[in-house]
């Protein structure tokens, strides 16, 4: 277990580094749409690829902040259903819906991005729109975001099964809240 608690440890700090990193992609995308929208109306001129860029880091800060969501505990769940079962029942909950569902969902989603990706870099597909943006690295965020989900799933497994061995403390007994150990 200690070799595994590792393996989470480092999968946390990266998806921490990535989660961090992509919130400045927060203030780019509105420095862009703000620039955008003053060249618009000062001078009446604007550009498809501007409005693309802002597409393209809204869907960054989705697909690459969702492992950090999910390392955070902050993803969405029924707590109003959940906070009146047991803690067992919800340590059980965790460990069934990160196996069967979250981790069959990111292993579709890598299976069919990948290629998705792949005919857009080999195509050098651009938008149809005029002056737009290559497409590929839009197209390379879905396999990638869902690749560091899968991989916090993996981590936020180990650490659940760790707590409900009684391996390492759970820190939701601490704060009242139900999350996984750090």
Not at 25 to 47: G, M, P, Q, T, Y
Not at 68 to 73: C, E, G, H, I, R
Request: charged letters at 15%; aromatic letters at 8%.
């Amino acid at each position: 277990m200690g070799g595994l608690l590792r393996l989470s440890r480092l999968i946390d700090g990266f998806n921490e580094r990535v989660g961090k990193l992509t919130g400045w992609l927060i203030l780019a995308a509105v420095i862009v749409s703000s620039v955008n929208a003053c060249v618009r109306f000062a001078f009446n001129r604007s550009s498809n690829a501007w409005l693309e860029l802002q597409w393209y880091l809204f869907g960054a800060v989705v697909l690459l902040g969702a492992a950090y969501t999910l390392k955070q505990n902050e993803h969405i769940r029924i707590d109003i259903v959940n906070s009146r079962l047991p803690k067992r029942a919800r340590d059980w909950i965790d460990v069934v819906g990160h196996v069967l569902f979250l981790a069959p969902l990111c292993v579709v989603m890598i299976w069919l991005g990948v290629p998705f990706f792949l005919r857009s870099l080999a195509s050098g597909e651009t938008s149809s729109n005029a002056g737009g943006l290559i497409m590929w690295p839009a197209k390379l965020l879905v396999p990638l975001g869902f690749a560091l989900v899968l991989a916090q799933g993996v981590s936020e497994l180990i650490k659940r099964v760790a707590i409900m061995r009684g391996v390492v403390p759970d820190p939701s007994a601490r704060s009242g809240a139900h999350g996984a150990a750090s």
